[in-house]
């Protein structure tokens, strides 16, 4: 079988290089940099190397796969995050390694291990597999040390490759090596000084100090490159990870692409091979301009899981990851339709299927996949909400159950996305609230529609047999059906689009719809 989604494409080259190899064993890795919390980003990558290794479970079911969830601990902390306790406390400590810097919270031995021990309780609780390791756990632990042995005996070649990639004044102070400063333990206000490759050691001055920041001490030292009294430069850390832990498979942003490249040689030149490097693009809000956290523009994770249910966000997290794809609050609603749509259209069946993907990682439930009909989206149910005015639950559930019965069978699932429609009711529409006035003009229309309406009496409308008799007395009356159509969601909520017209009306209810449609004629 001929399989096309992504994720199989990337399984694909994953048994290629097994092959050449002769390997049993995948490993694929994610990043993680603890000096702050997980975030959408961390979920985001995890969430679609997972989908890779499923893919290739399918593939080759007797292939052992790991996924390694890697901290970088042993990195220094530049500032203090504004949302921690103790700030004033921390910044006495700015420039050491996170596993050096105290627990700002006094809950754990470091920083760095509260941080971790949150990255693993984030993961357990969207039921990702994977292993956890800490960077400074394999520094102290001499698992590293082989790997820094061949960084020392390839240093001229690590370093002609590495400056190259840097201005010309920064060259000739260019080290691998940072090394923690034995008497204040700071790592980023050191600078090598000599080397003793033969011996693997270095000497080094801690005399770097950041305006502001942080204060050098003046220590001279000699030390060991091995066992954990150093850490090297963040690209070549990279290569020291993937070539330790024999990496088979890594994604990374756009943004690192060139630092894939340099790695992939690092790699290389220590006598390793670089894994197969996935590059996914950025996520954009909804005007296109790129994410960021300090303008807070976008959908962070805390917003999304509040707003819908996880297999939404796995979803988006699926698409066209090589897309830079537009997210934000304004087009929620748009986001999360395309996802319960698609899945309503699946047979269950295939696994070449995106909802094949989401609906094996997603733990805690999933939308309905069935005949693709009377589909319950979320701008069916925020629609209903601004046309009721009226966010209460039950009623909503009780119009939802009248136009898919279904969805009893899998209430729980649907009682959470209506809670988290009208929350983001509550707290995106409500404020950002914005009427958008019909066209006095098309009143006698309105008004014919109406009359329509009223003449069916007891007669049991479809939501099909809705649609057709708007869209005809639209087109008995010369309008063009967008022109009609954009009237009709500004009489009913206010806005120029919303859900399909009939649908609507059949789940508002005739009787509602007609009073509506009079309250607005009687201006
Ligand atoms: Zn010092």
Redesign the pocket.
Known sequence: MQYKQWPFTEAGRILKRCERNGKTTVTAQTGYGPSGLPHIGTFGEVARTSFVLQALNTLAPNLETHLIAFSDDMDGLREAPSNIPNRDMIKGHLGKPLTMVPDPFGEEASYAHNMNRKLCEFLDSFGFTYDFRSSTEQYSSGVFDEALKRVVDNRSAITEMFVATISKGKRADWSPFFPI?E??Q?IY??RVTGYDDANYTIDYV?DQSAEGKYR??G?KGIISVLGGTLKVGWKVDWALRLYTNSVDYEMHGEDLTESARLTSKIIRKMGGKPPEFFKYELFLDETGKKISKKIGNGVNLDQWLSYAPVDSLLYFMYTKPQQAKKMGLPIFPKIVDEYLTLIAGYDGQSPDHAAAFVTRLSKSGHADSGDGERVITYSLIYNLLIALNEPDPEIIRGYLVKYQPHITENMAYYDDLIDGVIRYYNEFYLPNKTEVAPDPALDPVVQKFHDELAKLGDKEPTADDLQTLAFTVGKENDLKPKEWFKNLYCVFLGSESGPKIGSFIFLLGLEKAISRLEKYLEG
């Open positions: 400063c008497n204040c700071k206000s050191t801690c050098a001490c220590h």
